[in-house]
């Protein structure tokens, strides 16, 4: 590749470090635009791969001085990126002095200010902004960290591991020593100085050591604190009961701030997590947010483990970490919540935007192959298709096999940087499991296809199934492998009962489909069964069954698994929407998806569905992005016009039901399950009804006084309904919540979903308001990111003008924060899939893009791949 970004990097070219750093002793000043930063380090040749030259990572440095062994150094070469130490020892001490500007650091990467609080973030490569250093996750040192500040400003003063020094300085200044005594990569480096409110605990682990538990808010944020360190405490127990794994520090400490640009950060005993992932009260947040602050919580805290203890050798390997922990994340809040419930979230994700990525131009495997800007691959590939990968090893071994895995990984490896080859070694070690096929899943990229047929033979009273594999090209990939793909099933009678296929000439319900093509065939049946495939989603690919609209929702009433159900669901509405996809309006839902609707309602109200949170899932018809995966090019306005016409069917064939539905049950605004379940079904009610201007008077009174997921249920409701009644209901939020920062992103995030030709002008005008700031990670995806992902009817207008929306504001952010562009700038990606209008739409605002002078390298990456070819 040419640009003028340098070279891609590759995974094939991996060399060990020529250097080791042991250890390193950081002396931090803090100032706004002078942070001075003394570095101290014991240098160590790979004796097996060494070098005279030492080459360190550093960003946006001013270099102040270098010492070798105690003496200035001077046979040095500095660029923008690098250091070079020329014939340095093969062991020595090296200093280094250098300055750097936190103020105007909005990257939001190395060292930076969160409204007034001193924090970094070092993933992945962000050390290098603080200190001139070896970068890289596979050198790993024991870190001494002194932290030097105003001391009415900043009184705290935290860093990893334990605090063994603090006191005072001259001129009201004071500072505090930290030592690590766990070796770690500098990714996993954190600084905080900043005034907090502090929520103090403890948890006693399995051994009965007593660790401290800290979580810092924003002065007046207490209130905010209780629920993540709930969280914590239980994500500290589940690790010990179902994976055997138990905290290793004396503290564990977790920071909330308001800028940032991911979720949260797994630094070694000091989390930092971005405030909307964190705080939480009853009042302000919705159940979506305590359920993911819980999910958030526990997955950093899992990290320490996985990750922390054992890390990556490389940022390639990322899955290693990633994919491992979102799974033990998704079964915490599994074990913890409904089972069947986290499935439809974490399918939804894969079959909304994993199989999208997939089928653009930023299509990779779960381990990348080459990588130019590393901030770009903690994608929904990495983190979420890694996971299920993860998943189906699970499936494939069982719970204990897994665990006797997991075991044997962490004893193998604790204290090292290592390879997604390394784990699945443990795991086929352990197992004595044969992963050469298996293992495939991280190198291929793709959506794999399976295509089913079955037979039915009453004579021999034989049912055969014929699955087959189908691998199409992708982006970065043009030919690709059979994979092992796992196929759990279940076969049901007329009666709507389980077979047991024992019985049946098949020893296991989990079905290993290996070969291009494979027959399974089950003896002694006596009628055609129902066949439920891929039950809980047991691989991540499409599957292509023409199964009857019947047998569908045989399934939807029958299946043991309510995720299959929902499932199968799924595949009833999004087979009708196809079926009636050239009918636009006039679409008409079949009769049978209509009658099982109110079937469901019916036993609803009868309190024979056990689960009102599944029975909300159960109501919803496919996402925009769900439909679009089935079509190469998406037919964008025929989606819309066909799923907005059997919106308005269910809700005028159900409006009795749906009616009495919001009539009996009435929300006690408790955070029970069950609760939460019962909102999760008046807010779906609720969004049936707004359409057909029934209950009106509940949806506003949901909207004034209901919890805060009934209130933003019933704007949401009205405002996809076009009520006229929407706009007043904004103004009136607004009004009632303009204190609060986080809620107000959720006003935000309304405001993005209007219709209507006046809403680019709405949103644009947005930009105007005083909680709005580009500078705002939260802000921007509040606003524009959720324009451009959630409301694809005004993204994809006609005339271009959501696109260019989406352009000006990925301009401005290239120069502000090219991570946070870089993220936003997905839907544009995708410009290939539309009509030749859209296309052309499209394809200007990212050639717009590529001829800007400092285009960084997050964009380049893009922008390049998806204009190529
Ligand atoms: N490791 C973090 C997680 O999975 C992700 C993360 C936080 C991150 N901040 C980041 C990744 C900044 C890249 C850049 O929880
Ligand atoms: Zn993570």
Same mark, same amino acid.
């Given at each position: 590749m040419t640009s003028q970004h340098g070279n891609a990097k590759y995974l094939k070219d991996y060399q060990p470090p020529h250097f080791f750093i042991d250890t390193l002793t950081l002396d931090v000043d803090l100032q706004p635009t002078q942070t001075t930063v003394y570095a101290r380090s014991e240098v160590r040749s790979n004796g097996a791969n060494p070098a005279n030259d030492l080459v360190l990572d550093g960003i946006d440095l001013t270099l102040k001085e270098v010492k070798v062994d105690g003496h200035t150094f001077t046979n040095y070469d500095i660029n923008d990126e690098q250091l070079l130490l020329r014939d340095v020892p093969q062991h020595f001490v090296l200093e280094i002095t250098t300055a750097c500007s936190p103020q105007t650091n909005s990257s939001l990467e190395g060292l930076y200010l969160s409204d007034g609080a001193y924090c970094t973030q070092c993933e992945a490569e962000g050390f290098r902004k603080i200190t001139y250093f070896l970068d890289r996750p596979d050198v790993m040192a024991e870190y001494e960290v002194t932290i030097k500040a105003d001391k009415a400003q900043f009184p705290y003063l935290l860093s990893n591991g334990n605090k063994i020094a603090s006191g005072d300085l001259a001129d009201g200044r004071h500072f505090a020593t930290w030592h690590d005594p766990f070796k770690k990569p500098s990714y996993l480096f954190a600084l905080v100085a900043g005034d907090f409110d502090v929520l103090r605990d403890s948890y006693t682990t399995v051994s009965g050591r007593e660790v401290a538990l800290e979580l810092y808010v924003d002065k007046g944020n207490l209130s905010k604190a209780p629920h993540a360190m709930a969280s914590l405490k239980r994500a500290m127990q589940w690790d010990e009961q179902r994976f055997n794994l138990e905290y290793d520090l004396d503290v564990y400490m977790i920071v909330a701030v308001d800028f940032f640009n991911m979720g949260a950060m797994e630094n070694k005993g000091l989390n930092v997590f971005n405030s909307?992932?964190?705080?939480?009260?009853?009042?302000?947040?919705?159940?979506?947010?305590?359920?993911?602050?819980?999910?958030?919580?526990?997955?950093?805290?899992?990290?320490?483990?996985?990750?922390?203890?054992?890390?990556?050798?490389?940022?390639?390997?990322?899955?290693?970490?990633?994919?491992?922990?979102?799974?033990?994340?998704?079964?915490?809040?599994?074990?913890?919540?409904?089972?069947?419930?986290?499935?439809?979230?974490?399918?939804?994700?894969?079959?909304?935007?994993?199989?999208?990525?997939?089928?653009?131009?930023?299509?990779?495997?779960?381990?990348?192959?080459?990588?130019?800007?590393?901030?770009?691959?903690?994608?929904?590939? $990495?983190?979420?298709?890694?996971?299920?990968?993860?998943?189906?090893?699970?499936?494939?071994?069982?719970?204990?096999?897994?665990?006797?895995?997991?075991?044997?990984?962490?004893?193998?490896?604790?204290?090292?940087?290592?390879?997604?080859?390394?784990?699945?070694?443990a795991m086929s070690d352990a197992n004595g499991f044969d992963a050469s096929q298996f293992k495939r899943w991280y190198s291929q990229s793709g959506t794999p296809q399976v295509h089913v047929q079955e037979q039915f033979d009453a004579q021999q009273q034989q049912y055969v199934l014929t699955l087959s594999q189908h691998h199409s090209p992708t982006a970065d990939q043009p030919s690709k492998d059979n994979l092992l793909i796992p196929v759990a099933i279940e076969l049901l009678d007329s009666q709507g009962k389980a077979l047991s296929l024992n019985a049946h000439g098949v020893a296991d319900n989990v079905l290993q489909l290996h070969q291009s093509e494979q027959q399974f065939v089950f003896d002694n049946i006596t009628e055609r069964p129902v066949a439920v495939l891929f039950e809980d989603f047991s691989a991540p690919v499409k599957v292509q069954f023409e199964q009857s609209l019947n047998d569908q929702l045989h399934i939807v009433r029958h299946a043991s698994s309510d995720f299959s159900r929902w499932d199968a669901q799924q595949s009833a509405l999004s087979g009708c929407i196809l079926d009636e996809l050239g009918r636009g309006e006039k679409a008409q839902l079949d009769e049978a998806v209509l009658a099982t609707l109110s079937d469901l309602l019916n036993?609803?109200?009868?309190?024979?569905?056990?689960?009102?949170?599944?029975?909300?899932?159960?109501?919803?018809?496919?996402?925009?992005?769900?439909?679009?995966?089935?079509?190469?090019?998406?037919? $964008?306005?025929?989606?819309?016009?066909?799923?907005?016409?059997?919106?308005?069917?269910?809700?005028?064939?159900?409006?009795?039901?749906?009616?009495?539905?919001?009539?009996?049950?009435?929300?006690?605004?408790?955070?029970?399950?069950?609760?939460?379940?019962?909102?999760?079904?008046?807010?779906?009610?609720?969004?049936?009804?707004?359409?057909?201007?029934?209950?009106?008077?509940?949806?506003?009174?949901?909207?004034?006084?209901?919890?805060?997921?009934?209130?933003?249920?019933?704007?949401?409701?009205?405002?996809?309904?076009?009520?006229?009644?929407?706009?007043?209901?904004?103004?009136?939020?607004?009004?009632?919540?303009?204190?609060?920062?986080?809620?107000?992103?959720?006003?935000?995030?309304?405001?993005?979903?209007?219709?209507?030709?006046?809403?680019?002008?709405?949103?644009?005008?947005?930009?105007?308001?005083?909680?709005?700031?580009?500078?705002?990670?939260?802000?921007?995806?509040?606003?524009?990111?959720?324009?451009?992902?959630?409301?694809?009817?005004?993204?994809?207008?006609?005339?271009?003008?959501?696109?260019?929306?989406?352009?000006?504001?990925? $301009?401005?952010l290239n120069d502000i924060n090219p991570q946070n562009a870089s993220r936003l700038i997905t839907p544009l990606l995708a410009w290939r899939r539309f009509d030749s209008t859209r296309q052309q739409l499209m394809k200007e605002q990212l050639e717009r893009l590529k001829v800007l002078p400092k285009l960084s390298k997050d964009l380049f990456e893009k922008v390049d791949k998806a204009l190529s070819e």
């Open positions: 909307k992932c964190v705080l939480a009260n009853e009042e302000t947040s919705t159940d979506r947010d305590f359920h993911l602050i819980e999910s958030i919580v526990g997955h950093e805290y899992f990290h320490n483990w996985t990750g922390n203890r054992v890390t990556c050798r490389d940022w390639f390997q990322l899955s290693l970490k990633e994919g491992l922990t979102v799974f033990r994340d998704q079964e915490f809040s599994s074990d913890l919540g409904s089972r069947a419930l986290n499935r439809i979230d974490a399918v939804k994700v894969m079959r909304t935007h994993q199989f999208a990525e997939d089928a653009g131009p930023m299509a990779h495997p779960i381990r990348p192959e080459k990588v130019l800007e590393m901030n770009n691959f903690y994608t929904v590939t $990495v983190y979420d298709k890694g996971a299920e990968v993860i998943r189906m090893l699970h499936t494939l071994l069982g719970e204990q096999g897994f665990q006797k895995g997991m075991q044997c990984y962490i004893e193998r490896h604790d204290g090292q940087a290592v390879t997604c080859d390394d784990f699945i070694s036993a609803a109200l009868a309190g024979q569905e056990h689960d009102l949170a599944l029975v909300a899932e159960l109501l919803q018809l496919p996402s925009f992005d769900t439909l679009s995966a089935h079509f190469e090019q998406v037919p $964008v306005d025929a989606i819309t016009a066909v799923t907005e016409a059997f919106a308005q069917q269910i809700a005028e064939h159900l409006q009795v039901l749906l009616s009495e539905v919001v009539t009996q049950l009435s929300d006690d605004k408790q955070q029970s399950q069950q609760s939460v379940a019962k909102r999760a079904l008046l807010a779906t009610c609720m969004g049936y009804l707004a359409r057909v201007d029934t209950q009106l008077e509940f949806i506003e009174t949901q909207a004034h006084q209901g919890s805060m997921t009934l209130s933003l249920a019933a704007i949401k409701a009205l405002i996809l309904a076009q009520h006229p009644r929407s706009s007043a209901m904004l103004d009136e939020f607004a009004a009632r919540w303009q204190h609060d920062t986080l809620v107000m992103d959720k006003w935000f995030n309304l405001q993005a979903l209007r219709k209507g030709s006046d809403s680019f002008a709405n949103l644009t005008r947005l930009y105007q308001h005083p909680h709005f700031s580009w500078r705002n990670p939260n802000r921007v995806r509040a606003l524009i990111g959720a324009f451009a992902m959630s409301n694809p009817t005004q993204f994809h207008a006609k005339d271009g003008q959501g696109y260019a929306l989406l352009g000006d504001a990925l $301009v401005k």
